[in-house]
């Protein structure tokens, strides 16, 4: 269905019950709301925070509203008379225009409340309304017959990934990029790390000789890339590696007369702002940039804004958090979490940390996947969802790297199947 099959039941002044996650009233607004109407988000003490943010991001967002108002019910978000009396008050106040009610955030008890001052004062055309996240449906609700279900499709909201880091107040450290660095190596390395023995030989031969030349390990268990200068002098044979792998880095022109992979030949290149970013995508970072490219292959097609990179510092703590991979799909979030290691406690740690971060972010309709190196994806899937509860998370494995472009899509097209 198209934008137009909300006209019906859009609304001159629209109530919004104010949940932790904003998203759900954000899609709402713009889809429910007539050009000039008016969003009203009714919040306690513990919204306050978001509704203001969403208030000054509809305020700011060119979509032809009134400016927000908020409607505080402080502490008494599960008291009868106090949210019924702000709310018909509200109400009692307007002059004309079509009224909506959403009550899809906000406690049980604001919506149950809510629902009743809104009907006590409602028209014959007042719209109630509620966003299903697991069928992506805008649910309008009628007394005397059944909901109707209107599918909300990608087409009909569009939403970037930098709207909903703002969203939930969250500044990026910097732009995500869209361009993968050094695509076609990437494209070789996980050719090789399809099979187990080759990714064996990557680890063990090769890159740990590269490592002990670059990484400089400390006492304590941790350790840095060593300086600038002593980087340049670093030049690790590469006679062990697989064919492919060595004409990769000879196309980039990274390799001596002598069959060496020279940190000064890649330095001349001008391929990384700084050589010791080149070590790190070495490192695994390269695997993050080969998952890009592979969304990138299927954009256009089933999604509109992704990006790599989105580093979010948190106030109160050192790291902060961040996704490796993202993209929008409508309004969806789907987040990918990326990872060269073959270890099941790894992997599950990772993915973990992504479903939590990807629920926090997008509600209960954003999707999570791992694109790792272990060999049996399906039982560490298994195991996710057992704790989770939550079907719709994937893992791509080993076997699924090279053709993993469309193993993504398909994901994409499963998640729109179970939301039937």
């Known amino acids: 269905m198209a934008i137009s099959d909300f006209d019906n039941y859009k609304v001159d002044h629209l109530f919004l019950l104010m949940g932790e996650n904003s998203l759900p009233n954000y899609v709402t607004a713009n889809l429910l709301l007539k050009k000039g109407g008016t969003p009203y988000l009714v919040h ?14 509809l305020n700011n967002k060119l979509i032809g509203l009134q400016s927000a108002q908020l409607i505080s019910l402080g502490k008494y978000e599960s008291d009868a008379y106090h949210i019924q009396d702000e709310i018909c008050r509200k109400i009692q ?31 014959a ?26 599918k909300i499709k990608p087409e009909s909201l569009e939403i970037k990934l930098v709207e909903l880091f703002q969203l939930h107040g969250l500044e990026l450290k910097q732009k995500p990029t869209q361009q993968a660095q050094l695509p076609k190596l990437a494209r070789e390395l996980a050719n090789i790390f399809q099979e187990e023995s080759k990714a064996k030989q990557w680890f063990d ?22 300086s600038k200068t002593a980087l340049l002098e670093v030049s690790t044979p590469l006679d062990d590696l697989p064919q492919e792998i060595i004409a990769a880095f000879k196309e980039e022109n990274f390799i001596t007369s002598d069959n060496q992979l020279s940190l000064q030949q890649v330095e001349k290149t ?10 790190k995508w070495l490192d695994g970072l390269w695997l993050e940039h080969y998952v890009l490219e592979e969304v990138k292959n299927i ?51 990772k993915l973990f940390e992504a479903y939590l971060r990807a629920r926090q972010m997008g509600g209960d309709e954003a999707r999570v996947a791992l694109v790792c190196c272990f060999s049996e994806p399906d039982t560490l899937k298994a195991e996710i969802v057992a704790s989770t509860n939550d079907k719709k998370i994937a893992v791509f494995g080993r076997e699924h790297l090279k053709n993993l472009s469309e193993e993504i899509s398909n994901w994409i097209d499963q998640n729109d199947e179970d939301a039937q």
């Open 205 to 226: 031969g090769f890159y740990k000789v590269f490592r002990e030349q670059a990484y400089k390990s400390k006492s304590n268990g941790g350790g840095e890339w060593k």
């Open 93 to 123: 106040g307007l002059k004309n225009g079509k009224i909506g009610l959403n009550y899809t955030g906000g406690t049980k008890a604001m919506a149950v409340h809510a629902y009743r001052a809104v009907f006590s004062q409602s028209q």
């Open 299 to 349: 954009a256009d097609k089933q999604i509109k804004d992704y990006g790599l990179n989105f580093e979010i510092p948190l106030k109160g703590t050192r790291d902060g958090f961040e996704f490796d991979v993202a993209f929008t799909r409508g309004y969806q979030l789907f987040a990918i979490s990326c990872s060269t290691t073959s270890n099941r406690g790894l992997c599950k740690s």
């Open 44 to 57: 306690t003490t513990g919204t306050e925070t978001q509704a203001k943010r969403l208030k000054n991001i």
């Open 125 to 150: 055309d007042t719209v109630f309304s509620y966003l299903d996240a697991r069928r992506l449906e805008m649910c309008i609700d009628r007394e005397d017959r059944e909901r109707i279900r209107i």
């Open 270 to 279: 001008g391929a990384f702002k700084e050589i010791k970013h080149f070590c």
